[in-house]
């Protein structure tokens, strides 16, 4: 089970830091990562993190802003957003999938457990 939160409502040029934290089992060898969908659009690859080895990965347009961490003693993920403009208002969701690859970090429909989302609206 994830659960999101950390979500609101930001100005421009603010931060804001999301955290999913994971119940219900070991997370050895998981995938976890954000994922975004705004009204009326496709949902979009944030970032991901593996459980194991800390490595991370980021969609392009934001690596520059948006940072992923993990803190192994709460089980929890934790989305660092800064600089933070009107068109990264959406609703944010992690997801968690075992046994990932980095070259399938981006693949929604992969990714078997959710958390509900939290919104971010920043406004200008």
């Known amino acids: 089970q994830l659960q999101a939160s950390g979500g609101g409502l930001v100005l421009a040029g603010g931060s804001l830091r999301l955290s999913c934290v994971a119940s219900?089992?070991?997370?050895?060898?998981?995938?976890m990562s954000w994922f975004r969908q705004a009204p009326g659009k496709e949902r979009e690859f944030v970032g991901g993190?593996?459980?194991?080895?800390?490595?991370?990965t980021y969609a392009d347009s934001l690596r520059y802003r948006f940072t992923i961490s993990k803190d192994v003693t709460k089980n929890t993920v934790y989305l660092q957003m800064n600089n933070l403009k009107p068109e990264d208002t959406a609703v944010y969701y992690c997801?968690?999938?075992?046994?990932?690859?980095?070259?399938?970090?981006?693949?929604?429909?992969?990714?078997?457990?959710w958390g509900q989302g939290t919104q971010v609206t920043v406004s200008s």
């Open positions: 997801a968690a999938k075992p046994r990932i690859i980095t070259s399938t970090f981006g693949v929604s429909f992969s990714y078997p457990y």
């Open positions: 219900g089992g070991t997370l050895s060898g998981y995938g």
């Open positions: 993190i593996k459980w194991t080895g800390g490595s991370t």
